[in-house]
């Protein structure tokens, strides 16, 4: 018990001072996640859509997304990515505030496109700012401490969430407001004038070397194995779309009961993902890493099927936690890794958008699937495609390490 205790500690070791004030920014940001977990119970319930209508407001929040994470990556080039995340967040703030007031599918959809398209444009910038501040040899750790801060946030978010909205729902966007602009506020006092790390030297002679740098969007390899993190993400982010429609609508839970195990999911992954990564950078390659946790989000999903009451809906969060660890971290150290300095931003932008087009495609056919087959074959065939994308990654990477 000792040595796992002293494996913990260790795990932190050696992160830099910056990696711990992005966490924070980070954390303060993500205990308003309030919103998103609720949005499709908040339109079915208080908005009176259908569920096909729900799939398709959640589709222009994935168009938001992508079209947020493109821009956040091409103005992080541009610009800078302490101006980019610092108006993502203060910007996010009116547009929380104003989606309420708004009632119909139409006016719905444009208000949660834009709000997606502001919001997202913070993803690449951040990540650029992680693999900027980090130390060279310890990347994936730093972009695990984010993760972990997104995670500690989105424990109590949710849960916060359901309570609030047992009042009214018009509380969840007040609250995701009121962390936005708290977030932005701190992020500028942390970050104003601060510069990132030196450039490692590898990097610089990779750079120097080059004519010119090259663009993801001509680098195969990297596609094929962005192509996999969209498949990957269109399985996981059922947990936003039809997860909590399965809770409420198979296992009857009410929004405060809901916010409990979405935050269960967040505590778990506050508890053990920098334990996880520190092991699996040690002993693990980064292809098996991504394979193993590939694995056991499909048998996560897979356990839904087992209607075995509330402890096995708890079982599945537990095992699609410590998937999720053994696959998100990795999956930015690969991007950050194979870009040079002056096309961080691109490829992070890329590669948020493969997470974009997914929270595009998730929703419109999880809700669609569920409608007219049910959400047993819904879980089935994420199973069977978690799976499939496992084989991707291993092909991609070894691709991408010749």
């Not at 992005?22 to 079915?44: D, E, H, K, Q, W």
């Not at 104003?98 to 709000?115: A, G, N």
């Not at 060279?136 to 359901?162: C, D, H, K, W, Y």
């Not at 490829?347 to 929270?359: C, H, I, P, Q, W």
């Amino acid at each position: 018990m000792k040595k796992l205790i002293a494996i913990y500690i260790d795990s932190f070791r050696g992160l830099s001072n910056a990696a711990w004030l992005l966490a924070i920014v980070m954390l303060i940001n993500r205990m308003g996640s309030m919103v998103i977990p609720f949005l499709g119970i908040y339109m079915t319930s208080s908005l009176g859509f259908t569920l096909e209508n729900v799939g398709l407001v959640l589709m222009c929040y994935g168009l938001g997304s992508v079209c947020g994470s493109w821009l956040g990556g091409w103005l992080t080039d541009k610009v800078g990515n302490f101006i980019v995340q610092a108006v993502s967040l203060l910007l996010s703030v009116p547009l929380f505030l104003l989606v309420p007031e708004f009632k119909d599918l139409q006016s719905v959809c444009l208000m949660i496109f834009i709000l997606s398209l502001v919001a997202d444009t913070f993803r690449p910038a951040n990540s650029v700012s992680v693999a900027r501040y980090a130390k060279p040899e310890n990347i994936t750790r730093a972009f695990s401490l984010n993760r972990l801060a997104v995670n500690l946030g989105f424990s109590v978010g949710p849960a916060m969430g359901g309570f609030l909205a047992t009042y009214s729902y018009a509380w969840i966007f007040y609250g995701n407001a009121l962390a936005a602009g708290i977030a932005g506020i701190v992020f500028i006092a942390f970050f104003w004038n601060k510069k990132g790390n030196a450039l490692p030297i590898s990097k610089k002679k990779e750079t120097d070397s080059l004519v010119k740098d090259p663009s993801p969007y001509k680098d195969l390899p990297f596609i094929g194995f962005s192509i996999c993190c969209c498949l990957f993400s269109v399985c996981f982010f059922q947990i936003m779309s039809t997860l909590p429609l399965f809770y409420k609508d198979v296992h009857h839970m009410t929004e405060p009961q809901m916010g409990v195990i979405m935050g269960f999911s967040g505590f778990i992954i506050v508890l053990f993902e920098m334990f996880v990564v520190h092991v699996a950078e040690k002993r693990l390659s980064v292809v098996r890493t991504l394979v193993y946790g590939s694995i056991l989000c499909s048998i996560s999903f897979l356990l839904l099927n087992v209607h075995a009451g509330w402890s096995m809906l708890y079982v599945a969060i537990f095992i699609l936690g410590i998937g999720e660890m053994l696959t998100l971290p990795f999956m930015a150290t690969v991007t950050a890794e194979r870009a040079t300095p002056s096309t961080q931003g691109a490829y992070m932008g890329l590669n948020a958008l493969s997470f974009a087009l997914a929270n595009i495609i998730s929703p419109f056919f999880g809700t669609r699937i569920v409608s007219n087959f049910g959400y047993d074959t819904l879980w089935y065939g994420t199973s069977a495609l978690l799976l499939i994308t496992g084989l991707g990654f291993y092909y991609t990477v070894k691709r991408l390490a010749k």
